[in-house]
T-cell receptor, first 110, second 117 residues
């Protein structure tokens, strides 16, 4: 079992829909990082969380430390949100590195 | 402020050759991280350098090596290239940390796409 599991692996939505991507991890962590990767390969940092909830524009990220679970929500989705969303955790079995989920491929249709 | 930069953007090599990839961190960042994203395998941690020292290493063979220079830029060297080394190599940087257990947000570069023929 991977240390970081994301669901769903693929997600298709219509423009305007509310989207949720989930991330579960099996180890104790210091922080969790949500990342966005566009087809060209570049990675953009969306949120860094160690507790609670953060909001930036249409994006909301939450984390429940006790349940070892985080969610990324996108409100009023738009085709430009189409990308791969990656959850990464810091800590666990080895410090000094991020451990990544397998990513969620999001496609938003107009 | 300039972000993390990587060069070259693309690199094509043949099996058995050596590849050198370069990374310049954000100004003020002393930690540099290298990751490999091979097709279908997701992102995997390669190396972490801080203040010129290798701090941690992922589960990769010794032919993957690197170094960090006094200006905090970094090189990743891959010797005796194999076909499965074809991947996107991403560099990230962060401010240094006094404690290995605390996380400082990492900022990623655009990557170098290495193709081994």
């Amino acid at each position: 079992k991977n240390e970081v599991e994301q669901s769903p692996q693929n997600l298709t939505a219509q423009e305007g829909e509310f989207i949720t991507i989930n991330c579960s991890y099996s180890v104790g962590i210091s922080a969790l990082h949500w990342l966005q990767q566009h087809p060209g390969g570049g990675i953009v940092s969306l949120f860094m969380l160690s507790s609670g909830k953060k909001k930036h524009g249409r994006l909301i990220a939450t984390i429940n430390i006790q349940e070892k679970h985080s969610s990324l929500h996108i409100t009023a989705s738009h085709p430009r949100d189409s990308a791969v969303y990656i959850c990464a955790v810091y800590g666990g079995t080895s410090y000094g590195k991020l451990t990544f989920g397998q990513g969620t491929i999001l496609t938003v249709h107009p | 402020e300039a972000g993390v930069t990587q060069s070259p953007t693309h690199l094509i090599k043949t099996r058995g050759q050596q590849a050198t990839l370069r990374c310049s961190p954000i100004s003020g960042h002393t930690s540099v991280y290298w990751y490999q994203q091979a097709l279908g395998l997701g992102l995997q941690f390669l190396l972490w350098y801080d203040e010129g020292e290798e701090r941690n290493r992922g589960n990769f063979p010794p032919r993957f090596s690197g170094r960090q220079f006094p200006n905090y830029s970094s090189e990743l060297n891959v010797n005796a290239l194999e076909l499965e080394d074809s991947a996107l190599y991403l560099c990230a940087s962060s401010i240094g940390s006094d404690s290995i257990s605390s996380y400082n947000e990492q900022f990623f570069g655009p990557g170098t796409r290495l193709t081994v023929l």
